[in-house]
């Protein structure tokens, strides 16, 4: 099955700083890979996503990329703000069906 | 435009009791999936379903746990005999499509099981 690395599991930058989360998968059939933040106690929340005929999505402050060869793909947020701390996870899909396989996660720290 | 619905948000059982687990999916979805988030760590799948179907269990352990989704009424996740390794989040998430394609998963705010 499916398995995706997530790296760091845990950065702290400095406010107004860029963040980078990389993650790596498996299986060359997954199409599809979103990103999700999830504050402590909270659910987690689709922030961004890209599906495998595209190799890059940006919406506002954030970016992901997507390398199908290498079977990369990385979250990229500019200018972070303290509200941008959270745990993100990245995730893969497709191929054979629906379900979501999930990194580890990533503990961001934004330091005003 | 309610989201995805969970409840009991809370629940503690004491080893060897039922526990069980309800999730409404987003008005107008018809796939619902379920996750289990140990402290400190990703989200795993367990088990997908639609209306009155399972579709893949692969990740569900074989015995004590179960999972429905009738025609009328939540999707419910069962855990017979809880044992204190049960003690996890369990989030449940919806979509409007599936099977082959993956549609986007919308999350509820989870069920905080505590198995004393």
């Known amino acids: 099955g499916e398995n995706v690395e997530q790296h760091p599991s845990t950065l702290s930058v400095q406010e107004g700083d860029s963040a980078v989360i990389k993650c790596t998968y498996s299986?060359?059939?997954?199409?599809?890979f979103p990103w999700y933040k999830q504050e402590l106690g909270k659910r987690p929340q689709l922030i961004i996503d890209?599906?495998?005929?595209?190799g890059e999505k940006k919406d506002q402050r954030i970016a992901v990329t997507l390398n199908k060869t290498a079977k990369h793909f990385s979250l990229h947020i500019t200018e972070t703000q303290p509200e941008d701390s959270a745990v993100y996870f990245c995730?893969?899909?497709?191929?054979?069906?629906?379900?979501?396989?999930f990194g580890k996660g990533t503990m961001l720290l934004v330091s005003p | 435009n309610a989201g995805v619905m969970q409840n009991p948000r809370h629940l503690v059982r004491r080893r060897g009791q039922e526990a069980r687990l309800r999730c409404s999916p987003m008005?107008?979805?018809?796939?619902v999936y379920w996750y289990r988030q140990l402290p400190e760590e990703g989200l795993k799948f367990m088990v997908y379903?639609?209306?009155?179907?399972?579709?893949?269990e692969s990740g569900m352990p074989k015995e004590r746990f179960s999972a429905e989704f009738p025609k009328e009424g939540p999707s419910i996740l069962r855990i017979q005999q809880v044992v204190r390794g049960d003690s996890a989040a369990y989030f449940c998430?919806?979509?409007?499509?599936?099977?082959?394609?993956?549609?986007?998963?919308?999350f509820g705010p989870g069920t905080r099981l505590t198995v004393l």
């Open positions: 379903l639609q209306k009155e179907n399972i579709i893949d």
């Open positions: 299986d060359s059939a997954s199409n599809y």
């Open positions: 008005k107008g979805h018809s796939h």
């Open positions: 995730a893969a899909s497709g191929g054979r069906v629906s379900t979501l396989t």
């Open positions: 890209i599906r495998s005929n595209v």
């Open positions: 998430a919806s979509s409007g499509q599936g099977g082959y394609f993956t549609d986007t998963q919308y």
